[in-house]
């Protein structure tokens, strides 16, 4: 059981944002939301992640919503590099229990 | 700059065979996880580690088993390879108390005749 919902896929111009959504509405209090993605045939690779503030790194922007029921990774200018399986996951930042992953978003970034 | 790797990007391998997997990860990190993906079921845990010795089953163990002899290396091993078990296997370690950031290597992307 994944917690989150992620549409399948999505197409993004090259040069725009990309926002990908994600709901996650039974979230709990010390859960954290993570976002990978997957190019393909590559190994998944961490984005960022956040608790309940909005987050930027260099890759991407996360907003959480005040309720924290859902949150948006943002792609401020994608590449064409880009184009990926995206996967937002929640989980407590304690233990040794792994990633549960969904089936993520198909970024499609086109020219 | 860290390293994961895997010991092959593709194998072939028949039924019955005995395959063995090998990662080996240099950022001295505790936790390992052997995973396996498959068109529309996404990243399915098979087992992992989180110390020399230790392993635990993860969601689908079965036909599988593991070796954690040192820190940095972790085996998947298929004691007897079936065409079921064609999958790519991907395998990620992350630092104790912050499973969470996961590294992964590039996957074996094995094929069972």
């Known amino acids: 059981d994944a917690k989150t919902t992620q549409p399948p896929s999505m197409d993004c111009a090259e040069g725009r944002a990309a926002n990908l959504p994600c709901n996650h509405s039974?979230?709990?209090?010390?859960?954290?939301v993570y976002w990978y993605r997957q190019i393909h045939s590559q190994g998944p690779q961490y984005i960022i992640h956040?608790?309940?503030n909005n987050e930027t790194n260099e890759m991407a922007s996360l907003i959480i919503t005040e309720d924290r029921k859902s949150s948006t990774l943002i792609l401020p200018h994608a590449t064409l590099r880009d184009t990926a399986v995206y996967y937002c996951?929640?989980?407590?930042?304690?233990?040794?229990?792994?990633?549960?992953f969904g089936k993520g978003t198909r970024l499609s970034v086109i020219a | 700059d860290v390293k994961v790797t895997q010991s092959s990007r593709y194998l072939v391998k028949r039924t019955g065979e005995k395959v063995f997997l090998e990662c080996v990860q240099d950022?001295?990190?505790?936790?390992m996880f052997w995973y396996r993906q498959d068109p529309g079921l996404g990243l399915r845990l098979i087992y992992f580690?989180?110390?020399?010795?230790?392993?635990e089953k993860g969601d689908i163990p079965e036909g599988y088993s593991v070796s954690r002899e040192k820190k940095e290396r972790f085996s998947l091993i298929l004691e007897s390879a079936s065409t079921n078990q064609t999958s790519m296997y991907l395998c990620?370690?992350?630092?104790?108390?912050?499973?969470?950031?996961?590294?992964f290597g590039p996957g074996t992307r094995l094929l069972v005749l």
């Open positions: 996951i929640v989980l407590v930042l304690s233990g040794n229990t792994p990633l549960v």
């Open positions: 039974t979230i709990s209090g010390n859960e954290y």
């Open positions: 956040g608790l309940k």
């Open positions: 950022m001295d990190h505790e936790n």
């Open positions: 580690s989180y110390d020399v010795k230790m392993k």
């Open positions: 990620a370690n992350s630092k104790s108390g912050g499973r969470e950031t996961q590294y």
